[in-house]
């Protein structure tokens, strides 16, 4: 029998703030002591009364605006009742019936069959137009709907200890240091149909974070932790072999919950589309519950039954005043993100002087009343301030500099790696113009065609492959802080303009770079002082070829009787003549000169 999946996430990310979300107590990842960053507030002493955190609210409107949700005119914090043995209060603060962001969507590249056989769903395929004004193919682009971003605080951590851990009894210890840190909730859809989904859409999600400086989204220290709803239904198969859900009705949804890296996330739904598979086709029903990744044997566990959000008891926050959020309604209407401060200057007047209008009654009636006034947020100022984000990056770097795909992908993953080569890409041009009037040519420089592309092309290529190697990295996606480079990006610029006007050979280039991260002196003065300057002067060479062609006569009669693999042998010969320094295809050419007339 076949199923097609349907699939929905809840990603939970905790934001990079100064303090906690609702007390002045520090929001520190890195502390390694237990229960230091902690006060009254956050461990619910009695009589204690929370304050909003209002960077972190900023943050989640952020994170809302740059993946296209509608933001509420108005929001509040509630209670949800449920035990959590490392939340002293016995309630988690958090949002359920206004939470700041909704309808919202990430567009995500598809490579698998799972966006053409959506033809049933038309709102899911699209063609994606950014605010940059550039597009990309319906069929590599599939739109993941969010249905809601909300704010609340996390919990503390357990430590459970076992009879041969810690002080040899079963026990389990609590760290509060993570209680109340703001943590932002995303919740999409269920538009996803497979790990490979699952994957894209998580990483990118991440990206988006660490763009926006929201949270550092870091699965490792547990910033950033991934939850999937999944099901199955079943599809039913015609003779002309088009597909079919065989009723409308989703099957029972299984949460796999508190998945630690992208990598676990792709591979417990991968087996939990088998395990559901495997259930249904032997005739057994899948059941409702909570299941968990046991990492060793690559498997989900069940944990407990699945609680509905009704079993919560959710009910406003006393303590807590409502959030006013200040958007003008052309904002509020608005496409794809944009970042032009155009659009604030055509916003409606009159709507944002009704907003104010309505803001200032709520004060005035909360202040009549003894209350704690609301708190306003100026989400017009928010939405002008966004960086750029990453697709809108790819399609730039594909515009500007026209590098391969490979290549943007890392350089969009790497920002650090990537804000490095845009600086070493504007410096191409100055450093081409200098090397230009050395040489002498009275030719125009503009005439120059490599200037469009191969110049920038080998520098990218250079900085993904070689500074790997230079600062010990698996890969140049792993390069996320460059702050100590030694190499400034106007000598690296040199550098690789000097190697395309063949003054350097490959290894001389690499041999340069390395002693430029180590000492941070420019290209040229290391050329000098090593002596590793390409000879591409004829009269130089042709003392080296005559010499390789004397002491060579075996491979200079193979030449001759047609091997081609005997000139690249003497090219190699001429090379170790002159230490590396002969320019090889200039030796090439001498060589086929001689050998004709010897």
Same mark, same amino acid.
């Given at each position: 029998?076949?199923?097609?999946?349907?699939?929905?996430?809840?990603?939970?990310?905790?934001?990079?703030?100064?303090?906690?979300?609702?007390?002045?107590?520090?929001?520190?990842?890195?502390?390694?002591?237990?229960?230091?960053?902690?006060?009254?507030?956050?461990?619910?002493?009695?009589?204690?009364?929370?304050?909003?955190?209002?960077?972190?609210?900023?943050?989640?409107?952020?994170?809302?605006?740059?993946?296209?949700?509608?933001?509420?005119?108005?929001?509040?914090?509630?209670?949800?009742?449920?035990?959590?043995?490392?939340?002293?209060?016995?309630?988690?603060?958090?949002?359920?019936?206004?939470?700041?962001?909704?309808?919202?969507?990430?567009?995500?590249?598809?490579?698998?069959?799972?966006?053409?056989?959506?033809?049933?769903?038309?709102?899911?395929?699209?063609?994606?137009?950014?605010?940059?004004?550039?597009?990309?193919?319906?069929?590599?682009?599939?739109?993941?709907?969010?249905?809601?971003?909300?704010?609340?605080?996390?919990?503390?951590?357990?430590?459970?200890?076992?009879?041969?851990?810690?002080?040899?009894?079963?026990?389990?210890?609590?760290?509060?240091?993570?209680?109340?840190?703001?943590?932002?909730?995303?919740?999409?859809?269920?538009?996803?149909?497979?790990?490979?989904?699952?994957?894209?859409?998580?990483?990118?999600?991440?990206?988006?974070?660490?763009?926006?400086?929201?949270?550092?989204?870091?699965?490792?220290?547990?910033?950033?932790?991934?939850?999937?709803?999944?099901?199955?239904?079943?599809?039913?198969?015609?003779?002309?072999?088009?597909?079919?859900?065989?009723?409308?009705?989703?099957?029972?949804?299984?949460?796999?919950?508190?998945?630690?890296?992208?990598?676990?996330?792709?591979?417990?739904?991968?087996?939990?589309?088998?395990?559901?598979?495997?259930?249904?086709?032997?005739?057994?029903?899948?059941?409702?519950?909570?299941?968990?990744?046991?990492?060793?044997?690559?498997?989900?566990?069940?944990?407990?039954?699945?609680?509905?959000?009704?079993?919560?008891?959710?009910?406003?926050?006393?303590?807590?005043?409502?959030?006013?959020?200040?958007?003008?309604?052309?904002?509020?209407?608005?496409?794809?993100?944009?970042?032009?401060? $155009? *659009?604030?200057? +055509? &916003?409606?007047? =009159?709507?944002?002087?009704?907003? @104010?209008?309505?803001?200032?009654?709520? %004060? #005035?009636?909360?202040?009549?009343?003894?209350?704690?006034?609301?708190?306003?947020?100026?989400?017009?100022?928010?939405?002008?301030?966004?960086?750029?984000?990453?697709?809108?990056?790819?399609?730039?770097?594909?515009?500007?500099?026209?590098?391969?795909?490979?290549?943007?992908?890392?350089?969009?993953?790497?920002?650090?790696?990537?804000?490095?080569?845009?600086?070493?890409?504007? $410096? *191409?041009?100055? +450093? &081409?113009?200098? =090397?230009?009037?050395?040489?002498? @040519?009275?030719?125009?420089?503009?005439? %120059? #065609?490599?200037?469009?592309?191969?110049?920038?092309?080998?520098?990218?290529?250079?900085?993904?492959?070689?500074?790997?190697?230079?600062?010990?990295?698996?890969?140049?996606?792993?390069?996320?802080?460059?702050?100590?480079?030694?190499?400034?990006?106007?000598?690296?610029?040199?550098?690789?303009?000097?190697?395309?006007?063949?003054?350097?050979?490959?290894?001389?280039?690499?041999?340069? *770079?390395?002693?430029?991260?180590?000492?941070?002196?420019?290209?040229?003065?290391?050329?000098?002082?090593?002596?590793?300057?390409?000879?591409?002067?004829?009269?130089?060479?042709?003392?080296?070829?005559?010499?390789?062609?004397?002491?060579?006569?075996?491979?200079?009669?193979?030449?001759?009787?047609?091997?081609?693999?005997?000139?690249?042998?003497?090219?190699?010969?001429?090379?170790?003549?002159?230490?590396?320094?002969?320019?090889?295809?200039?030796?090439?050419?001498?060589?086929?000169?001689?050998?004709?007339?010897?």
């Amino acid at each position: 029998m076949n199923y097609k999946p349907t699939i929905g996430l809840e990603i939970h990310a905790e934001l990079k703030t100064k303090t906690k979300m609702f007390c002045d107590s520090l929001n520190d990842s890195d502390e390694k002591h237990p229960n230091i960053n902690v006060c009254p507030i956050c461990m619910g002493h009695p009589g204690t009364l929370p304050v909003i955190n209002q960077e972190a609210v900023k943050k989640v409107i952020q994170a809302g605006l740059a993946l296209h949700c509608q933001i509420a005119d108005e929001s509040f914090f509630e209670r949800k009742n449920y035990f959590y043995p490392d939340l002293p209060k016995g309630y988690q603060i958090s949002q359920y019936q206004k939470p700041l962001c909704r309808d919202g969507y990430l567009e995500i590249l598809s490579n698998d069959q799972g966006l053409k056989t959506k033809a049933n769903n038309e709102s899911l395929k699209t063609k994606a137009i950014d605010s940059s004004g550039f597009s990309r193919s319906p069929l590599d682009v599939k739109r993941i709907r969010i249905e809601r971003i909300h704010l609340e605080e996390d919990a503390g951590r357990l430590l459970h200890e076992s009879l041969s851990t810690g002080s040899g009894r079963p026990a389990s210890l609590v760290d509060y240091n993570r209680a109340g840190v703001p943590l932002m909730e995303l919740v999409t859809r269920p538009d996803l149909e497979n790990g490979n989904e699952v994957k894209k859409f998580a990483e990118e999600f991440q990206l988006i974070l660490r763009y926006l400086n929201v949270s550092d989204a870091n699965m490792e220290k547990g910033q950033m932790r991934v939850e999937v709803n999944i099901s199955l239904s079943e599809i039913l198969t015609s003779s002309n072999q088009k597909s079919k859900i065989k009723n409308q009705k989703l099957g029972t949804k299984v949460e796999i919950k508190n998945l630690n890296s992208i990598k676990v996330a792709m591979q417990a739904v991968e087996y939990e589309i088998k395990r559901q598979s495997e259930l249904l086709d032997s005739g057994e029903r899948v059941i409702q519950e909570t299941r968990g990744w046991d990492e060793v044997r690559g498997v989900t566990v069940s944990q407990r039954s699945k609680e509905e959000a009704h079993d919560y008891r959710y009910f406003p926050e006393p303590d807590l005043p409502p959030l006013f959020l200040s958007i003008s309604e052309k904002l509020q209407r608005r496409g794809p993100p944009s970042f032009s401060r $155009e *659009l604030l200057k +055509e &916003a409606s007047d =009159e709507s944002v002087a009704v907003i @104010s209008n309505e803001f200032s009654n709520i %004060e #005035k009636d909360s202040q009549r009343k003894g209350g704690v006034p609301p708190t306003k947020i100026d989400v017009d100022g928010l939405l002008v301030s966004l960086p750029e984000l990453p697709q809108q990056r790819r399609d730039r770097f594909k515009k500007q500099y026209n590098l391969p795909e490979r290549d943007i992908e890392i350089f969009t993953k790497a920002k650090h790696l990537g804000d490095y080569y845009e600086k070493v890409a504007t $410096e *191409l041009d100055s +450093e &081409a113009k200098v =090397e230009h009037l050395k040489s002498g @040519s009275v030719k125009e420089f503009s005439d %120059e #065609k490599h200037l469009l592309g191969r110049l920038h092309a080998l520098a990218a290529n250079f900085i993904i492959t070689e500074f790997p190697v230079l600062f010990n990295m698996k890969d140049a996606s792993e390069l996320e802080d460059l702050s100590g480079i030694k190499v400034e990006p106007e000598a690296f610029a040199e550098l690789m303009v000097m190697f395309f006007h063949k003054k350097l050979s490959s290894s001389a280039t690499k041999v340069i *770079l390395k002693e430029m991260t180590e000492t941070g002196l420019h290209p040229e003065q290391i050329m000098k002082e090593k002596d590793l300057g390409q000879v591409s002067d004829s009269g130089e060479l042709t003392i080296a070829v005559k010499n390789v062609i004397a002491n060579n006569q075996r491979a200079v009669e193979d030449y001759k009787k047609g091997k081609q693999e005997s000139l690249k042998f003497l090219v190699g010969q001429v090379m170790k003549e002159t230490k590396g320094k002969a320019n090889p295809q200039v030796a090439e050419e001498l060589l086929k000169k001689e050998l004709v007339t010897n």
